[in-house]
T-cell receptor, first 113, second 113 residues
Framework: GAGVSQSPSNKVTEKGKDVELRCDPI?????LYWYRQSLGQGLEFLIY????????KSGLPSDRFSAERTGGSVSTLTIQRTQQEDSAVYLC???????????FGPGTRLTVT | GENVEQHPSTLSVQEGDSAVIKCTYS??????FPWYKQELGKRPQLIID?????GEKKDQRIAVTLNKTAKHFSLHITETQPEDSAVYFC????????????FGKGTTLSVSS
């Protein structure tokens, strides 16, 4: 079946602009995660949604970052007033309820100029 | 919170040799330890995982070992092939399914023929 999809694949924006990144999880996966991967670095957890529960926002680096998940499926990560240090690949992952295995999307490469 | 350390950061081997990557974690409550392979420009792919009630798991040429007392786990790749060249990430997850993965910083494995 279809895997996790993300859009856009690449985004170039000017410093100070807002950006929205989209994630479509695998059908039936109730858990959705956002991670950030900076150049040459590991994956940094940002936020996690599980069903209708309140999201775990403990990884968000600042209040410029927020995420929503509408209808328990698609999620949007919003970065306000982007800074150059926000440049990274933003990865989304999803998993079935009560399982450990997370499956990743292809990522959105964000470049802030 | 959980902290995962991964070594070495780079590893070069000859085709046919074995490769070993080691990770340590800090949170004794962690009980799920996956390994991901990421080829250049692609998404991380889950290649093997282990849970804390198991000491070793094998899947063809790859194996993972876990020492809960010492809080470390390792990835073993035997009979390496050029297509094994990639960045490998270890991760640890807290004590329930559907929680965020905390990743190591990755190991770049190069297999030369």
């Amino acid at each position: 079946g279809a895997g996790v999809s993300q859009s856009p694949s690449n985004k170039v924006t000017e410093k100070g602009k807002d950006v929205e990144l989209r994630c479509d999880p695998i059908s039936g996966h109730t858990a959705l995660y956002w991670y950030r991967q900076s150049l040459g670095q590991g994956l940094e957890f940002l936020i996690y949604f599980q069903g209708n529960s309140a999201p775990d926002k403990s990884g968000l680096p600042s209040d410029r970052f927020s995420a929503e998940r509408t209808g328990g499926s698609v999620s949007t990560l919003t970065i306000q007033r982007t800074q150059q240090e926000d440049s990274a690949v933003y990865l989304c992952a999803s998993s079935l309820p009560s399982t450990y295995e997370q499956y990743f999307g292809p990522g959105t490469r964000l470049t802030v100029t | 919170g959980e902290n995962v350390e991964q070594h070495p950061s780079t590893l070069s081997v000859q085709e046919g040799d074995s490769a070993v990557i080691k990770c340590t974690y800090s949170d004794s409550a962690s009980n799920y330890f996956p390994w991901y392979k990421q080829e250049l420009g692609k998404r991380p792919q889950l290649i093997i995982d282990i849970r804390s009630n198991v000491g070793e798991k094998k899947d063809q040429r790859i194996a993972v070992t876990l020492n809960k007392t010492a809080k470390h786990f390792s990835l073993h790749i035997t009979e390496t092939q050029p297509e094994d060249s990639a960045v490998y990430f270890c991760a640890a997850s807290a004590n329930q399914a559907g929680t965020a993965l905390i990743f190591g910083k990755g190991t770049t494995l190069s297999v030369s023929s």
